[in-house]
């Protein structure tokens, strides 16, 4: 079984920072990119940043780039969300997702169970 366990989701005002955390468990050979998405209230979930395994590469969405800063730490199977400057508009439930490759093989993307994030003005 794989489980990713969000945490550090909350409400904050406007230019605030929060720092997401997503942790893997369970059977886990290894894994590959992790990454973050967002969905706001009645809009599609959108992709917000990548980081890949070995941590050197990384993909932030337009909207969050020079703001947010993804990482991770693969020793405790976990990635990193620090959001700085959130604005109103950042206000959405994140989703933390991991591409996981299991001891028997097999490469499948995991999802967290999300956790919400309110901005306010």
């Known amino acids: 079984q794989v489980q990713l366990v969000e945490s550090g989701g909350g409400l904050v005002q406007a230019g605030g920072s929060l720092r997401l955390s997503c942790a893997a468990s369970?059977?886990?050979?290894?894994?590959?990119?992790m990454s973050w998405y967002r969905q706001a209230p009645g809009k599609q979930r959108e992709l917000v940043a990548i980081?890949?395994?070995?941590?050197?590469?990384?993909y932030y969405a337009d909207s969050v780039k020079g703001r947010f800063t993804i990482s991770r730490d693969n020793a405790k199977n976990t990635v990193y969300l620090q959001m700085n400057s959130l604005k109103p508009l950042d206000t959405a439930v994140y989703y933390c997702?991991?591409?996981?490759?299991?001891?028997?093989?097999?490469?499948?993307?995991?999802w967290g169970q999300g956790t919400q994030v309110t901005v306010s003005s």
């Open positions: 997702n991991a591409d996981i490759l299991r001891p028997r093989g097999g490469e499948y993307g995991y």
């Open positions: 980081i890949t395994s070995g941590g050197s590469t990384n």
């Open positions: 369970g059977s886990i050979f290894s894994i590959n990119a």
